[in-house]
């Protein structure tokens, strides 16, 4: 089973400023096959990226993913309010399996 | 837009079998090339996956819960149920369905999710 390591578990940061998210797998992903969810209290999580850099229907152009391999990184370039939530990065390039989380908050 | 709504018993007691439904709408269920998922996530906690049902009836479970975890698909009323044996409080959680992208045999995003439901395991 591929596990993944989000890291860092909190990051606090102002609106405006940029985030960024890292997502580490324990092998490497085939095809870069790797999502991130976004996911906000009593909500149901919601796509944002697909194929590690493929943004999903609907997904504002101020998030972006890159990376392959082992690593991965979500990017929000400038924090909007609604932006501080819960993010997950999903592989599934072998089987399927979840990151922990990285909650994004305000500082 | 298709839509997915989770329905089933709020409170189950320690040792009862879990019984879920998922009732997918704007769309067949039988039509294109998906799987339909089971997730779920303990309060404050991360995302499980419990397993995934193809259209035609083929399974993948979650190794972790095998032996437990039974998933069915009924196409004549669009719907998808998750049964879970011999439940224990640790299976209290909200309960995600959801649409998996990944055509027969391959593994891909969750692109559609329901608002999921709570399910407390309690006597």
């Known amino acids: 089973e591929i596990v993944l390591t989000q890291s860092p578990g909190t990051l606090s940061l102002s609106p405006g400023e940029r985030a960024t998210l890292s997502c580490r797998a324990s092998?490497?992903?085939?095809?870069?096959?790797l999502a991130w969810y976004q996911q906000k209290p009593g909500q149901a999580p919601r796509l944002l990226i697909y194929?590690?850099?493929s943004r999903a229907t609907g997904i504002p152009d101020r998030f972006s993913g890159s990376g392959s391999g082992t690593d991965f990184t979500l990017t929000i370039s400038r924090l909007e309010p609604e932006d501080f939530a819960v993010y997950y990065c999903?592989?599934?390039?072998?089987?399927?399996?979840f990151g922990q989380g990285t909650k994004v908050e305000i500082k | 837009q298709v839509q997915l709504q989770e329905s089933g018993p709020g409170l189950v007691k320690p040792s009862q079998t879990l019984s879920l439904t998922c009732t997918v709408s704007?769309?067949?269920?039988?039509?294109?090339?998906?799987?339909w998922s089971w997730i779920r996530q303990p309060a404050g906690k991360g995302l499980e996956w419990i397993g995934r049902?193809?259209?035609?009836?083929?399974?993948n479970y979650n190794p972790s819960l095998k032996g437990r975890v039974t998933i069915s698909v009924d196409t004549s009323k669009n719907q998808f149920s998750l049964k879970l044996s011999s439940v224990t409080a640790t299976d209290t959680a909200v309960y995600y369905c959801?649409?998996?992208?990944?055509?027969?045999?391959?593994?891909?995003?969750?692109?559609?999710w329901g608002q999921g439901t709570l399910v407390t395991v309690s006597s």
């Open positions: 959801a649409r998996d992208a990944g055509s027969f045999l391959e593994w891909d995003r969750f692109d559609y």
């Open positions: 704007g769309g067949s269920i039988s039509s294109g090339s998906y799987y």
């Open positions: 049902i193809y259209t035609s009836g083929s399974t």
């Open positions: 092998q490497s992903v085939s095809s870069s096959y």
């Open positions: 194929g590690a850099s």
């Open positions: 999903q592989q599934y390039g072998s089987s399927q399996t």
